[in-house]
């Protein structure tokens, strides 16, 4: 693979892909964590599909239709929960089922054959090109920025919302703000482990950061080492094996994950029965 960086540009990309989709999904995935947004993360990315579709129904770039369609389901999904009264699964569930049937419905209203959307499922790092790097890069930047602005308040938030709202903290600024960011980073990681399997990748560094730190800044810190650790070896996992380089990133994801909240438990375990046993 060391090879490879240096003889392919496919290769190249697929690299900075990968840290830029680290960067991103360590930062807002810790604050999706500690918000319990997670469900609402995957409404939001599977709504993209609508926009995948319109995209090549209309013969404009997918990527650009998946980051209208992810921001306008955030921005809906916020305004309904706050002042609609309705339950915010209900909310989740409705806006997940209508952007996927509206990117089945544009794509079959396409002319000729079909096109292969599987990239845009289950993503394909490898097919990562340089407009998607822009693109990518720039909607890092602009998550990341917001972040450290904004880092005393996303604090205060997180730690207690009524709180924040009694020091003068916008919180309901905050709130939409933190689903338009949302959708941002859905579209950065899009290329990587597509709509169906980006949660995973958006949750798992983030939920096993958690288990390593309790600070908010170093969490993020963690959960980035992560992501990048993940990606990286999932890439050069599915480059060797030939295999979907989406779904292996995703698997050592949540298998790392889970081997560590196992031992986790186990060693608290064993704290107590020694503490007794004192």
Known sequence: MIRALFDYQFMQNALIASILASIVCGVIGVIVVEKKLVMMSGGIAHTAYGGV???????????????????????????????????????????????????????????????DISSYLFGNILSVTKADIYLMLILSFLVVF????????????????EFAS????????????????VAMTV??????????????????????????????????????????????????ISYNLNIASGA???ILSVLCYFITYI???????????????K
Do not use: N
Not at 67 to 93: E, H, T
Not at 169 to 174: D, G, P, R, S, W
Not at 219 to 231: K, S
């Open 53 to 115: 579709g319109l995209g090549y129904l209309l013969g404009f770039e997918p990527i650009i239709g998946a980051f209208l369609f992810s921001v306008s389901a955030a921005l809906g999904i916020g305004v309904i929960k706050r002042r609609g009264g309705v339950q915010s699964d209900v909310i989740i569930g409705l806006f997940w089922s209508v952007g996927m049937a509206l990117g089945i419905v544009f794509i079959a209203l396409m002319p000729g054959y079909p096109p």
């Open 146 to 161: 917001i972040v450290i602005a904004l880092f005393h308040a996303w604090k205060a938030y997180l730690f207690d919302e």
């Open 166 to 181: 009694i020091i003068g903290i916008k919180t309901a600024f905050l709130e939409y703000l933190l689903l338009i960011l």
């Open 187 to 236: 579209v950065v990681l899009i290329r990587v482990a597509g709509i169906i399997l980006v949660l995973a990748l958006l949750t798992a560094p983030s939920a096993m950061a958690s288990l390593f730190s309790k600070r908010l800044k170093s969490r993020m810190i963690v959960a980035v080492i992560f992501g990048m650790l993940f990606c990286i070896s999932g890439l050069w």
């Open 248 to 250: 292996c990133i995703v």
């Open 263 to 277: 031992i986790c438990v186990v060693r608290i375990i064993m704290k107590r029965k020694s503490i007794v046993t």
